[in-house]
Each structure stands twice: as structure tokens, then as C-alpha cells.
């Protein structure tokens, strides 16, 4: 049975976290002259937005998380303002001072959703500038097939350092995750298993069952479930629902 304590740390200390915190510290401390770009990639729902939250939050990084419709313009804004700096002048103005605040502060800056970059070369070679013109720490954040596409950008490419490939969700993860998503319920080995077996790697599809769990618990007055007491109650699979015959 999973450990019940309800004052436990609202962010899970999962593998994904470990991994991207490990990462982050060697580009921090890498020697000079090494690149200082990160990748982070993998498939949505495998926890990689909420690793970089909290690892933003660890080390006081600088998080933006990209939007569809932002452009050069958007993004420097948007970075200037988790940086506590008015967004003043023009473009190349604002990327000098992105870039000697982070030169200065040796603080992570972490872009998530890095895809939508891709639109766009000057997106690729304002992202590129703001490594070259700080020479710090860029964590960039983005879908499975990411590191395949940056291919087209060489000068890009060749700077990253590391390759940070998100993690599928492992029974010790929703171990973690239980206290947070389902509190004060003790949950059996069996059924966590099962949980995650359904959940083919996302770690958002094991957190919306641990919720479903706890709900069903609370409403049965059970502080444990095990994978005999849930039954046949439905569990969560991303799947859209089949049609029904008529």
C-alpha cells in the first residue's frame, strides 16, 4: 500500500524531475566553451511541463511557456516580464537586455512549447541569439519528434548539449503521485499497476485516475482500494468513446 500522508509536497519528486534537474545542473555547471542548450522531448502527458514548472521554481529559472500566435516581439515580452523588466524599446533592445539579465544571473531560462518556434526561422534565430548573446543556461521543451526537426537548423542544433528524452510513467512514479492525487486512500500495488499499464506512459492519465480513485473512495467511505474493490468501475484511457449501435 502506498503511504498515506496527507502534508506531502503538492509537486511529485518523479523520475521526469530527477532527470531534467540532473541536466540542468551539468549545463549550469559545464566548463566554458561548452554548448548550453537542453532539450527536453517526448510524447504529451508525460509529466514534461510540470517538471520544468517545478524546476523553475528550484532553481529560480525563467519559465515561458510558447503560444501558437506569439511572435518575436511576443516572446521577448514575455520573457522580459519573468524577468521582473519592463518591456520597453525595440526588439533588438529588449534581446540585449534578456541577454545580459541572464549572462548576470546565471538563471536557467526554460521555453516551453517550443514547437511552435519551428514556424518560423527568425523565431529559431531569436532563440539562437539570446544563447549566443547571454552564452547561458536554454531549456527548450517540446513534442517527440522535435530533436528530428531542429536538424534543419544546424548552427541551432549543434549547440545543444543535451538530450533530454522524457520518461513513461513507472508504478514507483504513481507511487509518488498517489498522496498528491489521491490523499488519504492507501492504493494496493495491483491496482497501481493496472493504472499504469492503462496509461501507456503519460504521466496526466495516471494522475486523472488517481483522482477518479479518490472520488469513488470518498463516496464508499474507503481508505484503501485495491484492484478487487475498484471492479469493473471505469477507469481513464485518453480514448474517445465508442459509438454506441444502434
Known amino acids: 500500500m502506498t503511504n498515506l500522508n496527507p502534508m506531502v509536497n503538492r509537486i511529485a519528486s518523479i523520475s521526469n524531475l530527477d532527470l531534467v534537474a540532473v541536466a540542468t545542473e551539468r549545463l549550469i555547471s559545464r566548463v566554458d566553451g561548452l554548448p548550453g542548450m537542453g532539450v527536453i522531448y517526448g510524447e504529451a502527458g508525460?509529466?514534461?511541463t510540470i517538471a520544468c514548472t517545478a524546476l523553475a521554481n528550484q532553481s529560480r529559472g525563467y519559465y515561458v511557456q510558447m503560444r501558437s500566435a506569439w511572435n518575436r516581439k511576443a516572446l521577448l515580452e514575455k520573457i522580459q516580464f519573468e524577468m521582473g523588466i519592463k518591456p520597453a524599446g525595440t526588439i533588438a533592445h529588449m534581446l540585449d537586455v534578456?541577454?545580459?539579465q541572464l549572462a548576470a544571473s546565471r538563471r536557467p531560462l526554460i521555453i516551453d512549447e517550443?514547437?511552435?518556434c519551428l514556424r518560423s526561422d527568425g523565431m529559431v534565430e531569436l532563440v539562437r541569439d539570446i544563447y549566443e548573446g547571454s552564452q547561458g543556461t536554454l531549456l527548450l521543451v517540446g513534442e517527440e519528434m522535435l530533436p528530428q526537426k531542429l536538424k534543419k537548423w544546424e548552427r541551432f542544433h549543434s549547440r545543444v548539449m543535451a538530450w533530454i528524452p522524457a520518461l513513461p510513467v513507472s508504478v514507483a512514479d504513481a507511487a509518488k503521485l498517489a498522496p498528491i492525487y489521491c490523499p488519504n486512500v492507501a492504493i494496493s500495488a495491483d491496482l497501481l499497476a493496472h493504472i499504469v499499464e492503462l496509461a501507456h506512459g503519460s504521466v496526466r492519465r495516471v494522475s486523472v485516475?488517481?483522482?477518479l480513485i479518490?472520488?469513488?473512495a470518498m463516496m464508499?467511505?474507503?481508505t484503501e482500494?485495491?484492484?478487487a474493490?475498484?471492479?469493473d468501475n471505469a477507469l481513464y484511457t485518453g480514448e474517445a468513446p465508442k459509438r454506441r449501435a444502434a
Request: hydrophobic content about 35%; aromatic content about 12%; overall charge negative.
Open 225 to 227: 482500494m485495491t484492484l
Open 209 to 211: 485516475n488517481l483522482t
Open 46 to 48: 508525460r509529466g514534461k
Open 114 to 116: 517550443f514547437d511552435f
Open 214 to 216: 479518490h472520488e469513488q
Open 229 to 231: 474493490k475498484w471492479g
Open 220 to 222: 464508499q467511505a474507503e
Open 98 to 100: 534578456i541577454c545580459e
